[in-house]
Each structure stands twice: as C-alpha cells, then as structure tokens.
C-alpha cells in the first residue's frame, strides 16, 4: 500500500492548487481517503475525507466552501482542489487511509495508518 502526494507549491492569497494522491496496491473502491496537513509548530489537523465506496465526503468549517475533494478511479487518484487559499492554509499537506475503514466517521475517530510522504504547500506574497 502506498500513497504518493503531489501538486504542492507557492501560491499568492486568493490563488488555487490542485493536489493529487496517486494509490497503489488497493483500488479506490472501498476505504475512506483523507487529507490532512500540518503547519509548522502546530498539530497535524483533518483537511478533506472521501468515502470511496459511495463519495460521501467530509470538510471541517474552514475547508467548506474553498476545498474540493475527488476521484478518478480510472487513474486511482484523489485529488483536492483548493481555491480562494489563505496564509493559514499553509503547511505540509498529507493523504492518508486505513484499508479496514470504509468511512470517514471512522477515519476521523480512529485516524488512518498508512500515509504518504507529503507535499508543501506555501500561500504567501
């Protein structure tokens, strides 16, 4: 099992970056996907969640309405689009799963196990 993340750079306020999450050796058809980050001095924190096995999808308050998570089972990839970024949104952003959990209630209570190497995103002028 293994998850590569990509698409992280520098971005001014107000601009867009779209990551991607490339899986290998299970397909996207069952366990919830997540993306989360980590800004420096500060705790890794829930960015996104998708449920792969019926797109049900979960944001906490500060990615509502700015991040958009999906997937395109053909390339076994999810991505998450970002628009309207902040300074804030800075920091290492990660994919993560668990192949025994299928939703993302149980993502978020019992947090993933398998985890990809992360990619920087910077919002700064």
């Known amino acids: 099992v293994q998850l590569q993340a990509s698409g992280g750079g520098l971005v001014q306020p107000g601009g867009s970056l779209r990551l991607s999450c490339a899986v290998t050796?299970?397909?996207?058809?069952?366990?919830?996907i997540g993306w989360f980050r980590q800004a420096p001095g500060k705790e890794r924190e829930a960015v996104s969640c998708?449920?792969?096995?019926?797109?049900?999808?979960y944001y906490p308050d500060f990615a509502k309405d700015r991040f958009t998570i999906s997937s395109d089972k053909t390339k076994n990839t999810v991505y998450l689009q970002m628009n309207n970024l902040r300074p804030e949104d800075t920091g290492v952003y990660y994919c993560?799963?668990?192949?025994?959990?299928?939703?993302?209630?149980?993502?978020?209570?019992?947090?993933?196990?398998?985890w990809g190497q992360g990619t920087l995103v910077t919002v700064s002028s």
């Open positions: 998708l449920s792969t096995n019926n797109d049900i999808t």
């Open positions: 993560a799963t668990h192949l025994g959990q299928a939703s993302c209630y149980a993502q978020r209570h019992r947090g993933p196990r398998e």
């Open positions: 050796g299970f397909t996207l058809n069952r366990p919830a």
